[in-house]
Nanobody, 124 residues
């Protein structure tokens, strides 16, 4: 079991950058895949990015590829989502998730540990 707590959300303008943090508690964080998901008002939760146990592999949604970077620091039990060139369509609640299960990490159902979310609002 890993407990997750996101931070770093806020109100920014289009074109700005923001870094979200995900603090994990639990001794097995380094054995978990970390994913970031987001949910905009009236829409379903969608995949943003995942990162492998050691940070050596990453995957991004097409909508954020080239603008967002996922990273992790297992020594600090932290994961991050660096977001650049934000636009209105990035407005959503962003969730950090973790799983020890091998499978389709683009699918939210595989993640058994979730944070409470942090709001990101991009104004034009």
């Amino acid at each position: 079991q890993v407990k997750l707590l996101e931070s770093g959300g806020g109100l920014v303008q289009a074109g700005d950058s923001l870094r979200l943090s995900c603090a994990a508690s639990g001794r097995t964080f380094s054995r978990h895949i970390v994913g970031w998901f987001r949910q905009a008002p009236g829409k379903e939760r969608e995949f943003v990015a995942w990162i492998s146990w050691d940070g050596g592999s990453t995957r991004y949604a097409d909508s954020v590829k080239g603008r967002f970077t996922i990273s992790r620091d297992n020594d600090k039990d932290m994961a991050y989502l660096h977001m650049n060139n934000l636009n209105n369509e990035d407005t959503a609640v962003y969730y950090c998730a973790a799983t020890a299960t091998i499978g389709d990490w683009l699918d939210s159902y595989i993640y058994e540990n979730w944070g409470q979310g942090t709001q990101v609002t991009v104004s034009s």
